[in-house]
């Protein structure tokens, strides 16, 4: 690796702990093949999100979209109901604001919740290049081996991207964050042995989910820099989370990363 291409990676990891800590801002996982001048030009977009978020004022979908005519659904005949709808997606889409809705709903319906619930959210009136706002359906109901899947794939890419303030964050909120859990030890340790991770893979291979906790495997492969020495060192094999469900949503309770964290 090129000494330009460590410097603008080391250099992108310190612009995230600093969005972090001066505007709360949260990392997801991030291809660690991508260029770091192209990281480091995203992370500039992201700074100047923040900085316009915390003096932008707020308003309506409504009014964000430009204050259109709506008709109530309870004007409409049953033939006008799905005219109006996609009139009214098509200008939301236009205005960079998608809904969700997770699952088949009715016309009527998906038009009762654009025009008495979506359109009166109060938002922050931003527009960039790239942003879109996204609404979601309330009664989508998340499907539960899905939801734990994805919380430790987020997990994994947290480690490998060594962001701290998505990582601990998937950690049990029913431990307080000041209190120094043994995993919680393991993994800041784990961060300081490594000073760069120079490439990751995950691939989740199962999930056992059982009422509130659940088991998932994955293959994972990883190389990286050792703190102090700069030495290159590898690992690979087979990951081992173990997660806990609270108040609906999955946290890793443990973990079982190989060359890293041990069984």
């Known amino acids: 690796m090129a000494d330009e291409d460590l410097f603008q990676r080391m250099m992108n990891q310190a612009k995230q702990e600093d969005l972090h800590r001066r505007f709360g801002a949260e990392f997801g996982s991030m291809d660690p093949t991508l260029p770091p001048e192209i990281v480091g030009a995203w992370l500039a ?31 409409l005949q049953a ?22 809705f997770g699952r088949s709903v009715s016309s009527a319906e998906a038009y009762r919740f654009l025009t008495e619930e979506v359109l009166s959210r109060d938002i922050e009136d931003i527009r960039m290049d790239g942003l879109t706002l996204t609404f979601l359906y309330p009664e989508c109901q998340p499907d539960t081996e899905d939801e734990a899947r994805m919380s430790a794939d987020d997990f994994l890419h947290a480690f490998f991207a060594r962001d ?3 990582l601990f964050c998937l950690l049990p909120p029913s431990t307080p964050a000041s209190e120094r859990t043994p995993f919680r030890e393991q993994l800041e340790r784990c961060l300081e042995s490594i000073l760069l991770f120079l490439d990751f893979s995950v691939k989740i291979r199962s999930c056992s989910v059982q009422r509130s906790s659940a088991i998932i495997h994955t293959a994972v492969t990883w190389s ?37 964290i041990p069984r």
């Not at 033939?79 to 969700?100: C, G, K, Y």
């Open 45 to 75: 977009r992201i700074e100047e999100f923040e900085q316009r978020c915390s003096n932008a004022p707020f308003v309506t979908v409504r009014r964000f979209i430009g204050d259109p005519p709506v008709r109530p659904l309870t004007s």
């Open 164 to 166: 701290r303030g998505i």
């Open 224 to 260: 990286g820099l050792a703190t102090g020495s700069l030495q290159t060192i590898t690992g690979e094999g087979t990951a081992v989370l173990r997660l806990t469900s609270e108040g609906g949503l999955w946290y890793v309770a443990d973990a079982e990363i190989p060359g890293l």
């Open 79 to 100: 033939d006008e109901i799905e005219m109006e709808l996609e009139h009214l997606t098509e200008l939301l889409h236009s205005n960079n604001i998608t809904v969700h």
